[in-house]
């Protein structure tokens, strides 16, 4: 996936006895957004997901969707989502046209509205489609618009990771005061995000269970968000996943988001 999120949505061997990129060369934690940032995903992406959602009881409710992925010209990355099942979520679209510099353009269809909606200032805090991704979660964030700092490396599950903390930049908005990322070293994959509130509260995590390279490209194929504050958790299963298809433009639009 594009963003922090697996599956269509996170969004983000240099060591030698230390933080080194080359001899006399430390690692800085902006250096490490950006090969979070600029991993290759290819040109364009078609992910088949199962979405579970678990309540603070340990019931389970199922939906699958497909999201479309692709550059744009100008190095940014738009994204289609649309869920397949069950019938009560079915036909749900999102769109995602990612800003440079601002927050991404957002729009949420509603098959029993007829019509989308943009998701604008304080409703990008809400939660996305009742699961424990907010709309920010959705969104690719430059490094540019953060301030990182390299905090130590450790190992989470089996990968050796860089550990980053990232806070919001001068003029960035966001709901959370800051969040803590482990980069897999080998793959430049985001395995692990400890995200924190404004009153500096450990509220969420998000841990990426299963690797695996498809045609070529590292990919996180189980992923999931726990919200500790609500003891719920949302878990995304990759089912297929093909890269460059060649995927038209037109897919990207707002007429393509409300076509019947």
């Given at each position: ?5 697996a ?149 989470f ?9 990232t806070?919001?930049g ?18 430049d ?14 509220v969420?995590?998000l ?11 590292w ?20 089912l ?21």
């Amino acid at each position: 996936m594009r963003h922090a999120v697996a599956g269509g949505m996170v969004v983000l061997g240099l060591w030698a006895g230390g933080a080194m990129l080359a001899l006399g060369q430390e690692v800085t934690g902006k250096q490490i957004a950006e090969r979070i940032y600029n991993r290759d995903d290819g040109a364009d992406s078609v992910f088949t997901v199962k979405m579970t959602l678990v309540d603070r009881r340990g019931r389970e409710r199922e939906r699958t969707m497909v999201t479309y992925s692709k550059d744009a010209e100008d190095g940014l990355v738009n994204t289609f989502m649309q869920f397949e099942s069950p019938a009560d979520i079915k036909g749900t679209r999102f769109l995602t046209l990612e800003q440079r510099g601002e927050d991404d353009t957002q729009y949420l269809y509603m098959p029993a509205l007829g019509r989308s909606r943009r998701i604008v200032g304080g409703q990008r805090q809400q939660s996305f489609v009742n699961t424990d991704f907010t709309f920010e979660d959705m969104e690719r964030r430059h490094p540019d618009d953060d301030l990182h700092t390299l905090k130590r490396e450790e190992k989470f599950k089996e990968w050796d990771c860089y550990v980053i903390e990232t806070v919001p930049g001068e003029g960035r908005d966001s709901q959370y005061s800051k969040s803590v990322v482990w980069m897999d070293k080998a793959s430049d994959v985001v395995v692990k995000v400890d995200f924190y509130d404004q009153r500096e509260r450990h509220v969420k995590q998000l841990r990426v269970n299963r690797l695996e390279k498809k045609d070529g490209i590292w990919t996180a194929m189980d992923t999931e968000m726990e919200n500790l504050t609500r003891g719920t958790r949302t878990r995304l299963v990759t089912l297929d996943v093909k890269y460059n298809q060649g995927l038209d433009d037109s897919m990207f639009t707002l007429r393509h988001l409300e076509e019947k």
